[in-house]
């Protein structure tokens, strides 16, 4: 829908100490959106309960595996395709899994760049409500950013006694790009607060984020995808 600002999904990830949801921007396209975001979801196995691809838990796990078989497949002369295709054939047997729903999953994730490529916010919460800014959070998320040409902003939040604050951060840029940082700061940070051995959870969480996530020099594609996210920052109400 041009113009407009779409909700396309939110939900848990992982053990659920996030919520990422997603909406997007001049989208023609919202089926293949959300089945994109959806996929992506499956890739990096952050659905915590069931599958956001509406996959087994055993078809989630083969899929990347499956996946190359099927690459095989479709590559392969006749004699060998034969070969292949029987293994593909025992191996989804295993999973009770379709050719066709391999093939469907496979293609979400690599989508058109119309798809892949279409203005996104991205907002990664915590599900406990808090309106404290965990500065910890907000440096993994701009080293997030710094890697994959993301702009990061702040989503607002209200707590009791009517505080006011922010949860959180929103990941500004390409539908596939901004799905794929939110999920893996979700798993960075969760992984921090979960292992922490230390009274300062803060400052132990800073330093895993730090060691986990590395910076460097930006590439010029980098760069000037980091620009492009920081320009759409507008389109979502936020101040570059």
């Known amino acids: 829908v041009s113009g ?4 396309l999904l939110e939900q848990c990830v992982y053990a659920g100490t996030f919520e990422v949801s997603v909406t997007v921007k001049d989208c023609d396209d919202l089926a293949r959106a959300r089945k994109l975001a959806l996929a992506l979801f499956t890739r990096f196995k952050a659905s915590p309960n069931s599958d956001a691809f509406g996959l087994s838990s055993s078809q989630a796990e083969a899929a990347d595996r499956l996946s190359k078989i099927l690459d095989r497949v479709d590559r392969c002369t006749s004699g060998e395709q034969r ?3 029987g293994l593909l054939s025992r191996e989804l047997a295993r999973v009770e899994w379709s050719e066709l729903g391999l093939r ?7 989508p058109s760049s119309d798809v892949a490529g279409v ?7 915590f599900t406990k409500k808090v309106t404290t800014r965990r500065q910890w959070f907000e440096s993994a998320a ?17 707590g ?19 799905v794929a940082g939110a999920v893996l700061l979700a798993k960075v940070a969760e992984v921090a607060i979960s292992t922490c051995v230390r009274h300062d959870k803060d400052s132990w969480a800073n330093a895993f984020c730090q060691e986990v996530l590395p910076t460097g020099c930006q590439s010029d594609a980098v760069l000037l995808q980091l620009q492009k996210s920081q320009d759409w920052m507008i389109d979502f109400n936020y101040i570059s």
């Open 142 to 158: 701009d080293r997030v950013s710094n890697l994959m040409g993301l702009a990061v902003g702040l989503n607002n939040s209200s």
């Open 160 to 178: 009791t006694f009517g505080r006011t604050g922010h949860n959180g951060v929103a990941f500004i840029g390409p539908l596939a790009a901004a």
């Open 119 to 125: 203005k996104a916010e991205v907002k990664v919460k």
């Open 4 to 7: 407009e600002a779409m909700p």
């Open 83 to 85: 070969n292949a295709r």
């Open 104 to 110: 469907s999953f496979r293609d979400s994730l690599n």
